[in-house]
């Protein structure tokens, strides 16, 4: 009697970067500012230094990459469940400091990564959030790839005195370039 095949250890599908700080290129790091990376497991946050005069430029941008749950196979179709989920949720409210988005929509191409291509599906929002008397705009790309999902969050504010209350949030536009800035070699990173 034969026994009955014993379920593969093998991630099914694309693999995700081990270490996601090390997916931008110095080059794409230079052009946004973005000097400090900070792995906040399992993602990493670029930021640039606004120095310490005014008027203050904020910029943060964050990737985090999803290939299922740990220790398990990651399929095509938990990723497609889940991203459906993150998609329904962010467009209602993506941050808890932040209210209903301004812009959202389903993205075809980010960047010079396109939807069919480089991936299967994706959406965008953009929100401004408020924690105390600052004030954000936030951009948040969702991308999926196969059994991947994987986020990449623009940020900022402009200060222009050296008080966080004046700040002002970056714009949608001004999000939207600093996502397409990153997301070829963030989708690229997966394999």
């Not at 792995?39 to 120095?51: E, I, K, L, T």
């Not at 179709?77 to 993150?86: E, I, L, P, T």
Request: proline residues 7%; charged residues 25%; glycine residues 8%.
């Amino acid at each position: 009697m034969e026994s009955p095949a014993t379920p593969s250890k093998e991630r099914v599908g694309y693999e995700v970067p081990d270490d996601p700080c090390l997916v931008l290129s110095a080059a794409t790091r230079s052009r946004l500012g973005m000097k400090k990376a900070r792995r906040f497991d399992p993602a990493c946050v670029w930021s640039n230094d606004p120095g310490s005069a005014p008027p203050l430029k904020i910029r943060d941008v964050k990737v985090f990459y999803e290939a299922g749950p740990a220790g398990t196979n990651s399929t095509n179709s938990y990723a497609k469940v889940n991203f459906a989920r993150k998609k329904k949720n962010d467009f209602r409210q993506p941050s808890e400091f932040g209210g209903a988005p301004s812009v959202k929509r389903a993205m075809k191409q980010v960047g010079s990564a396109k939807a069919g291509e480089h991936f299967d599906e994706g959406y965008y929002v953009y929100y401004v959030y408020k924690i105390v008397d600052h004030q954000e705009g936030e951009g948040k790309a969702v991308l999926r790839k196969g059994n991947v999902i994987v986020t990449i969050i623009a940020r900022g504010a402009d200060v222009p005195t050296r008080r966080m209350s004046d700040g002002i949030p970056i714009g949608d536009a001004v999000v939207q370039a600093m996502i397409d800035a990153v997301a070829a070699e963030v989708v690229a990173a997966i394999r």
